[in-house]
């Protein structure tokens, strides 16, 4: 399978620089080589991409033969290599030692072996056998690289949804390769895992930096691995946790070019920023701190001339990783960044519109808010209220639109996106009142102003989102050290925090709503009497069933056919509560999502079954080899799910592309491409009726949110507005 050329470069690499024997010690060694073979892995998919998207050759053929040829050369760079003496291909006999946790204390051994089998396995295996079916990967991450290889460029496209051209895009830059060589999405999901384990790499060398001994640099790696948005990030094709990775490979080889020069350490800091910048900006704004912080250093450590040369470089290098990519917004949007408010293009705005210490404040209190609700409403609520009171004594709306793009609420939601971090917030929050009394240690102690100080300045420039808990995932990562450095600090046994994480945290691991391998949320609501605030559905028979059994309970109607709970229940009700909507059907879907044996087509609708529900009708009317859907959509949705459907069903499915679009994006060179189309998918009946010839129209299928029109004959029509 040709997915494996890109398997086989990271493993050349790591070979290559394993042998180069970068640190004493083996595990350490074995960690660095790791990580310097991922950057430079992420530098030659960069060089691909952007190369071959200069001649529109971005597809499989051209993919094949150009790793094809990169693992050739590597491989002789080896051969060449060993052959003079350079490197011992024989001294790869020490990763024996290192599988076998050749000095590693017992106890210690036990916890890696479990978080190995119960842990990480456990996420390779969903991260390759799982449907890519996370909300937003569907509305633009996978549904810009279906455009990229349908045109064969990364340019700017006809879109109905702007987030797929303007946010940033590296992270699906690494995913392209993967479909490419694949021919599928089957391997999407190792991308964010591959970023998982470098982070959990790098999370210990920087322990070790901080002279963290075996103990120390596993329970800081620990952390990392149990952080409840972290688990669902792994296997997910969002781009959070490839940030998260470069940012902590930034923070790392800061440290490292601090105690020595070097140049490929100086190469490797600068591609970091760059790279997790372009994955995504927040990354620049938790890293704000420690560039201040490094700036310094090296300006007092190396001098003024070394100083120049470093930020010359900076700017060089992220002018070259950003460089096409700002072009290609400029060029249709005005800014470089996103589109600009007074034109047509005029999309969301993230970054917070006020500014002062208050406003800091409430951001602070808000995005903590994130990582304190628990599975129990009434403390929830409680705690929400005494919030909302401390904005009111503040003077702030606490839902401003100039500091919110999402109404605050504290809630505990196991969602792939949103999940919080309760018990790993709260043991930081604990460890940075425990670091007050630590003497001296000035060098850690800046250490955590700067991560600390990157929490605060997030808070400050960015609006609040109920999705923020992965955005804050540096913060986390950064909160892994601080817990292991009180711990060795105080000569406390790791043992007594690592085990209650590793047990705590593997519901995550298993019942990932979007990946179940155990119903355990069902379960877990089902035992502690967990039952919705609000029971919100689309009309129909199963709105009366609902009303019939549950009118007792919640108002009906609702707002927005959402019945709210007219008053909180204590557990013996709620248990009996649980039960009627069990038998309702309430949890139908929570029963059976267990992601073994279940049809691919529904296992990439998990985040979103209404949509399954509504295109399933219409799905076994799309036959024949390579037909095309032209996408109507009054809605700025993405439709990466209703392709990857019919991609599931059909051996050669077509292709799918928007013919409904701003009239001001026929500029772009993609739009004057044809685009032609034997069935047309609409969300919005009164438009299609207007747009469609009638003469041309075979059959229209309908549910209750879509329309699939079947077409007598192709049609190459687009509608602009």
């Not at 009164?686 to 007598?712: G, M």
Request: with cysteine; net charge positive; glycine share 6%.
């Amino acid at each position: 399978m040709a997915f494996c050329l890109l398997l086989l470069s990271v493993a050349l690499f790591f070979i290559l620089f394993l042998l180069t024997r970068l640190a004493t010690s083996s595990y350490s060694n074995i960690r660095i080589s790791f990580i310097y073979a991922l950057l430079a892995n992420a530098i030659v998919i960069f060089v691909y991409n952007e190369l071959f998207s200069v001649f529109d050759a971005i597809n499989a053929f051209t993919a094949k033969l150009f790793w094809g040829a990169e693992v050739a050369i590597l491989i002789g760079a080896v051969a060449y290599l060993q052959r003079s003496r350079r490197i011992r291909l024989s001294d790869l006999a020490l990763l024996n030692g290192v599988f076998q946790l050749k000095g590693v204390k017992p106890a210690y051994k036990w916890i890696i072996l479990s978080a190995l089998v119960f842990y990480i396995l456990p996420l390779f295996f969903l991260s390759v056998y799982a449907p890519p079916n996370n909300y937003d990967s569907h509305m633009y991450h996978l549904n810009r690289i279906l455009f990229w290889i349908n045109n064969g460029n990364l340019d700017h496209f006809p879109t109905m949804h702007l987030q797929q051209l303007y946010l940033n895009v590296f992270a699906e830059y690494l995913v392209l390769d993967t479909v490419l060589l694949s021919g599928s999405d089957q391997f999407a999901g190792i991308i964010q895992f591959g970023a998982f384990l470098g982070s959990l790499a790098g999370i210990g060398l920087l322990a070790k930096q901080f002279k963290m001994g075996q103990g120390g640099q596993l329970l800081a790696t620990v952390f990392l691995l149990t952080l409840p948005i972290g688990i669902f990030e792994s296997t997910s094709t969002q781009v959070d946790y490839c940030a998260c990775f470069f940012f902590i490979c930034y923070v790392y080889f800061g440290y490292q070019l601090l105690a020595k020069k070097s140049a490929l350490t100086l190469a490797a800091f600068l591609l970091s920023l760059a790279f997790g910048g372009f994955s995504k900006y927040t990354i620049f704004i938790f890293a704000l701190p420690f560039t201040v912080f490094f700036a310094i250093k090296i300006l007092v450590q190396y001098r003024f001339l070394y100083a120049v040369r470093v930020l010359l470089l900076a700017i060089m290098c992220l002018g070259i990783v950003f460089g096409p990519f700002f072009y290609r917004n400029y060029a249709l949007f005005g800014h470089v960044m996103s589109p600009l408010r007074s034109t047509v293009f005029a999309s969301e705005v993230l970054p917070a519109q006020k500014h002062s210490i208050v406003y800091t404040l409430s951001g602070m209190v808000k995005n903590t808010g994130l990582n304190l609700g628990l599975p129990d409403t009434r403390f929830n609520n409680f705690l929400d209220s005494r919030i909302r009171d401390l904005h009111q004594k503040m003077g702030v709306d606490i839902n401003d639109q100039d500091l919110n793009v999402d109404e605050f609420s504290v809630k505990y939601s196991v969602h792939e996106d949103m999940v919080p971090n309760t018990l790993h917030f709260w043991i930081i929050l604990v460890m940075s009142v425990m670091l007050l009394f630590v003497a001296g240690k000035w060098d850690f102690k800046w250490f955590w102003i700067c991560a600390a100080l990157g929490f605060v300045v997030f808070c400050t420039l960015m609006k609040f989102q109920l999705w923020s808990t992965r955005t804050q995932m540096p913060f986390f990562a950064m909160g892994a050290l601080l817990v292991a450095f009180i711990f060795t600090n105080f000569r406390w046994k790791q043992a007594f925090l690592t085990i209650p994480l590793l047990l705590s945290s593997l519901p995550f691991v298993y019942g990932n709503p979007n990946k179940e391998l155990v119903s355990i949320n069902f379960l877990t609501r089902k035992a502690i009497g967990h039952i919705p605030v609000a029971i919100c559905e689309t009309g129909g028979e199963q709105a009366v069933l609902y009303e019939k059994y549950l009118g007792a309970y919640y108002e009906f109607p609702g707002a927005n056919n959402c019945h709210p709970l007219k008053s909180w229940p204590g557990y013996g009700e709620r248990r009996k509560v649980f039960g009627l909507l069990e038998k309702v059907g309430y949890y139908d879907l929570d029963r059976a999502s267990n992601i073994i044996g279940m049809e691919r087509d529904k296992a990439y609708f998990l985040s979103h079954p209404n949509n399954y529900t509504n295109f399933k009708p219409l799905l076994e009317h799309i036959q024949g080899d390579h037909k095309n859907v032209g996408v109507f959509f009054r809605r700025h949705n993405g439709f990466y799910h209703y392709w990857s459907a019919i991609a599931s069903k059909l051996d050669k499915p077509g292709k799918m592309e928007y013919i409904r679009y701003n009239q001001e994006l026929m500029v772009l060179k993609n739009a004057q491409k044809d685009f032609c189309y034997d069935y047309i998918l609409s969300d919005d009946p009164e438009l299609l009726v207007q747009f469609v010839p009638k003469a041309n129209i075979d059959t229209i299928y309908t549910s209750q949110l879509l329309q699939l029109v079947k077409l007598k004959k192709t049609s190459c029509d687009r509608s602009l507005f």
